[in-house]
Every structure is written in structure tokens, then in C-alpha cells.
């Protein structure tokens, strides 16, 4: 009995810590070389479909960048990350992202999601470190952020 209960809080603990350590990468080519060229790739299922459907359809002012694609490849953009996104997904990180957006919710930032500012409620030098200057520079502390993996920092 001591064994089972012990063994089985093990488990619960690593099923709940690798589920929300891990995001499914970015498999679309097309998508990792055009959204992957400013900053990573960022995994669907951090935002809801509705969200990539307007960051798709307005990428001429991308947060202050022109960031437009020939119709085709836009196309081929927003279908992949609409497939992907968050809100078609129960578990894992989509899961604890998708609880705090609105049903009639369309955030833009994965950075202001309630989610994501609690796992990095860091003082304002880290911002402000050189190697990090912007939240959504994952990669200045998840070395594996590229292949969904935020175990690391
Ligand atoms: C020309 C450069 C450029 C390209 C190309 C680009 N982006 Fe961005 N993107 C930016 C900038 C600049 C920001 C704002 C970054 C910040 O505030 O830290 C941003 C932010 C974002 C954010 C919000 C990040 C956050 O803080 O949560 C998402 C989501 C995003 N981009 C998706 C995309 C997608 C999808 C593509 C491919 C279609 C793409 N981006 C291509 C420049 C670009
Ligand atoms: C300044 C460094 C830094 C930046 C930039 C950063 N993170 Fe993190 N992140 C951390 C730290 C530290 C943790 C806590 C790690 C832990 O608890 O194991 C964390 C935790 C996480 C977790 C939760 C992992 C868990 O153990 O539950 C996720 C998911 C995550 N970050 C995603 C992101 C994403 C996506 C970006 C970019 C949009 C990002 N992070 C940018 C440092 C950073």
C-alpha cells in the first residue's frame, strides 16, 4: 500500500511536468523558415486558432513589421497553424494556456497570456539583460525551445 501510493505520486508528478515542459514543434518547413526568421517558430498551441487567423491575415503590420507573404505561402501558414492551435487541443500546454483566453478572446501575444507571466514573474533586469532584451526571445533560456521543450532554462 505504501509502495502504490508513493509510486503512484511519482508518476502524477512526472506526467504533470512533462506535459506542461512540452509544446508539439513546429514540423512545417514552409512555417520554420517564414516565421522563423525574426524569432523561433512559435508552437500553435500556445494560441487559440482564431488568434493565428488575424496574425496571419494581418502581417503587414506585424508589431511594427512588414512581415507579408505572397498569398499562397500565407495560405499554407495560417491552415498549418489553425490545424495546430491551441484551442483544438485538451491537454498539456495548450490546455494551461487556452483556460485563461476568453471564448470571444483573440490575443496576439503568447508573452501576455496570464499563464506564461506567472512561470516568469522575473525581476526587470533579466528583461533587460542584453542576451534576453524581449519575453518572447524564448530561446535566450530554452535552449530547446525550437524542438517544444521548455524543461530547460
Ligand atoms: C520581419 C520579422 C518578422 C517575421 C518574418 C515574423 N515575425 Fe512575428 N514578430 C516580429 C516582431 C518584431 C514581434 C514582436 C516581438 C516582441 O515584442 O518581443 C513578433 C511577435 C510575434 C508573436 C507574438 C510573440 C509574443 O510576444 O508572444 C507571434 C505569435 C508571432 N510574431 C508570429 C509570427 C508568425 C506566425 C510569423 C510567420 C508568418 C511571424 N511571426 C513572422 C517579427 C516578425
Ligand atoms: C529570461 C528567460 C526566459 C525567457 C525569455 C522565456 N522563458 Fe520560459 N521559463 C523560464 C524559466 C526560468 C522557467 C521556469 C522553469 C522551471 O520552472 O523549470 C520558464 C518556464 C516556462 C514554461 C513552463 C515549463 C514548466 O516547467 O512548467 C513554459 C511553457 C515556458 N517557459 C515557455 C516559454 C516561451 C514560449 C517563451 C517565449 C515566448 C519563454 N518561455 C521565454 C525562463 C524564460
Known amino acids: 500500500m505504501r509502495y502504490s501510493l508513493v509510486l503512484a505520486a ?3 508528478t512526472t506526467a504533470t511536468a512533462s506535459a506542461d515542459d512540452w509544446a508539439p514543434p513546429v514540423t512545417d518547413k514552409l512555417v520554420q523558415k517564414e ?6 517558430a512559435f508552437q500553435p498551441a500556445f494560441l ?4 493565428w487567423v488575424k496574425i496571419m491575415d494581418t502581417l ?14 500565407t495560405a499554407a501558414i495560417r491552415a ?10 485538451r491537454r498539456g500546454i495548450a490546455a494551461k494556456y487556452m483556460r485563461w483566453v476568453a471564448t470571444d478572446g483573440i490575443p496576439l501575444k503568447i508573452t501576455e497570456n496570464p ?3 506567472r512561470e516568469h ?5 533579466v528583461w533587460k539583460d542584453p542576451k534576453v532584451v524581449t519575453k518572447s526571445n524564448c530561446l535566450a533560456c530554452h535552449v530547446g525551445a525550437n524542438r517544444g521543450d521548455y524543461e530547460d532554462d
Not at 498549418?80 to 487541443?89: C, I, R
Request: hydrophobic fraction near 35%; include cysteine; charge should be negative.
Open 35 to 40: 516565421c522563423g526568421s525574426c524569432h523561433m
Open 115 to 117: 499563464a506564461f507571466l
Open 48 to 51: 487559440p486558432k482564431r488568434s
Open 121 to 125: 514573474n522575473f525581476p526587470d533586469r
Open 80 to 89: 498549418y497553424l489553425a490545424d495546430n492551435a491551441g484551442d483544438l487541443k
Open 10 to 12: 511519482l508518476l502524477a
Open 60 to 73: 503587414s503590420d506585424h508589431f511594427g513589421d512588414d512581415a507579408s507573404l505572397p498569398a499562397d505561402q
